[in-house]
């Protein structure tokens, strides 16, 4: 197989990567594959490294790195004391632009470091009577600066923060901060996405009535409406609870292993588990993820089109560690165009650039030309969500730029971080994920635990990571956390993710829990996916098993593009496909036109939901789905 991209010998030697390996200066640590062969290891030398390479500010002794590598309990640093919002405060020059946020209506604005620091400041100070270390401040809010400085003024305080997007409902919002039992709410009344408006005030009102635990309500009136909040209790407006502040920002430090955030799961099969991440394990992984492997620098724009409501948002403010410019996105990327929404990249001056599968898909479907852009900056684009396939490697190269780094990253709010990552000095396979994150053990095995590489098999991690959560909420015993992740096979980290790993990469074939097991055959649905993302006339599909006489049969359910017809003989051409280039047992026994696919609110396919409905189960807390209403046929089946 040949790479689809290569780096030049330029960006190799101009690379963090290439700085870091000769700060190590070891011998046998000359490329990419050594270097992660020494994190594993060397791991508690490595994670050290890390911290002086990037001179992260502490205090206490990094010995011993951990006590043990195992899962059993979280020892990491147990002798550091630190402070994560005076980390992602400390590198960047007042004059440069810390944060720029956009919104779909054409509204822009920007926030130099100095002004992020003095915000941080007043707000902290106006925070200190309610929050203390470990008290907890939630945000129902969109993704604008506001959320970040109140992010940073919580943990500055040593508190805990947590935050969901504003589209949730009541019941979702209830379902996560009921659970978190946050002192402060700050949200805003109402926010616009693809052109219309949406009130939160009468939203905002039943939540609070029912969290008792809410002492403070504040609202960030960032469309500048001046919202009547006088039904809200104990509710005021943002810039009246506090003053911009020069003075030194009074930051708390605390244990390496204290909470930072709380992430909550999908919550597809009942009330979403809380997931407990440490100050430390994040700021780390975090640094590693997008110093190392996104090649992240003081003078680098960087770009997640995300929610407040997803760990992607956690890990782009912690870009703020580098003294980087995080550019923030508000609103639908198809308004009022798409065009409108990449020239982001343009006037921006975007140097990294996330998005998703899905997004890119639909650009694709739309066959608009994407010329009139200027990609100058552009170096690398980031994907998560799903992986990517190979057509749409193709579709970006082709469309974007051709000297870019399309790195397709996998990981997930457990670990609020990544197990595979993109690479600046490695070639890139159409259809791979391109490596396994430094320091992460991350392998196959089988149902025995016996690696597996170059055969397909369950995603595990031999030993203990920084970013592993610390906890779950409301989980005295620690049963959920084991069930979720260390009850399946014994002793390793169980992800729940189906993948192959060989010379060229990585490929995710999708969730295990989802796997197809017709005939006692384990079948990745990305495999399937590879076959119906070529066909001209279909938008999407999902493709589950259907429990028959205690065997499985493939479903295929496909979304038409407009205009066009699932035909019987357009069946006959899907299953063909199938069997021709997977295998007889990858071809479905039904393919079945519905009117649309369900997605989680950060753009994954709900496989695992529309298994459980074809199979008579309930499916509860549907705030999870982002389009509800394409539940209802698979219902009826």
């Known amino acids: 197989m040949n790479p689809i991209w290569s780096p030049s010998k330029d960006r190799v030697q101009n690379s963090e990567f290439k700085r870091f390996i000769d700060y190590l200066s070891i011998d046998s640590v000359n490329d990419y594959e050594s270097l992660y062969q020494y994190s594993i290891d060397s791991s508690d030398k490595f994670w050290k490294n890390i911290f002086s390479f990037y001179n992260i500010s502490f205090e206490g002794d990094l010995d011993p790195a951990y006590k043990d590598k195992s899962f059993d309990s ?126 939160l005030r009468e939203r905002v009102k039943k939540i ?43 930051f708390e430090n605390v244990s390496f292993s204290d909470p930072l955030y709380i992430m909550y799961s999908s919550g597809t099969t009942g009330k979403p588990k809380c997931i407990v991440h440490s100050v430390g394990g994040t700021l780390l992984q975090h640094v590693k993820e997008l110093g190392l492997h996104t090649d992240l620098k ?71 030309s994407l010329d009139s852009i200027k990609m100058d900056t552009l170096e690398t684009v980031l994907s998560t969500g799903a992986p990517l396939l190979e057509d749409q490697f193709e579709f970006v190269y082709n469309n974007f730029k051709k000297d870019i780094l399309l790195a397709s990253i996998s990981g997930g709010t ?115 996916y590879r076959q119906t993302e070529v066909l001209s006339y279909i938008e999407d599909s999902v493709c589950v098993g259907k429990q028959v006489n205690g065997d499985v049969d493939v479903w295929l359910f496909v979304v038409m593009k407009e205009n066009e017809e699932l035909t019987t003989e357009r069946i006959k051409e899907i299953k063909r496909l199938i069997k021709t280039n997977t295998t007889p047992r990858h071809m479905p026994r039904r393919v079945i036109s519905v009117p649309s696919i369900p997605y989680t609110r950060s753009g994954k396919k709900m496989e695992i939901a529309v298994t459980k409905l074809i199979n008579g189960k309930e499916l509860n807390n549907i705030e999870a789905v982002s389009n509800p ?4 046929f698979y219902k009826e089946l």
Request: overall charge negative.
């Open 74 to 199: 979280y020892t990491w640093f147990e002798n550091v004391r630190l402070n994560f919002s005076k980390n992602l405060l400390k590198n960047g020059r007042d004059e440069d632009i810390a944060l720029v946020s956009r919104v779909e209506n054409g509204n822009r604005s920007t926030t130099t470091y100095k002004d992020l620091r003095a915000n941080v400041s007043g707000l902290s100070k106006s925070l200190r009577p309610i929050i203390s270390k470990g008290d907890v401040l939630a945000c129902y809010m969109p993704n604008i600066s506001q959320t970040i400085e109140a992010m940073l003024a919580t943990t500055a305080l040593g508190g805990v923060f947590t935050s969901t997007s504003a589209d949730f409902g009541i019941e979702g919002v209830v379902d996560r901060f009921g659970q978190s039992r946050p002192k402060v709410l700050i949200t805003v009344s109402g926010y616009e996405y693809n052109g219309k408006y949406f009130d």
């Open 298 to 368: 003081a003078d680098k724009n960087i770009f997640f089109f995300t929610t407040c409501g997803w760990m992607m948002w956690n890990w782009l403010v912690s870009s703020l560690y580098f003294g980087s410019t995080v550019i923030l996105y508000e609103g639908s990327p198809a308004y009022p165009t798409f065009i409108d929404y990449l020239k982001l990249i343009e006037d921006e001056n975007i140097h990294i650039f996330g998005t998703s599968p899905k997004f890119l898909r639909a650009l694709s479907d739309t066959q608009v």
């Open 629 to 632: 209403d394409s539940l209802s």
């Open 208 to 250: 609070t009535e029912t969290i008792d635990s809410i002492e403070k309500v504040i609202f960030v009136d960032y469309l500048e409406r001046k919202d009547d909040i006088s039904s809200i209790s104990n509710a005021c407006f943002y810039n009246d609870f506090f003053e911009q502040s020069t003075d030194d920002i009074e």
């Open 414 to 528: 457990d670990i609020i971080g990544c197990f595979f990552l993109g690479c600046p000095i490695n070639p890139i396979y159409s259809g791979r994920l391109q490596v396994r994150g430094l320091g992460m053990h991350a392998t196959s095995v089988d149902e025995n635990g016996v690696e597996v590489l170059g055969r397909e098999g369950e995603l595990v991690c031999l030993s203990s990571f920084p970013s592993r959560p610390i906890y779950f909420l409301n989980d005295p015993k620690n049963e959920r956390i084991n069930d979720a992740y260390f009850n399946k096979i014994k002793g390793l980290w169980y992800h729940g993710d189906y993948i192959k790993i060989d010379e060229y990469g990585i490929e995710v074939l999708g969730r295990s829990d989802s796997t197809l097991n017709p005939g006692g055959v384990r079948i990745g649905t990305a495999e399937i």
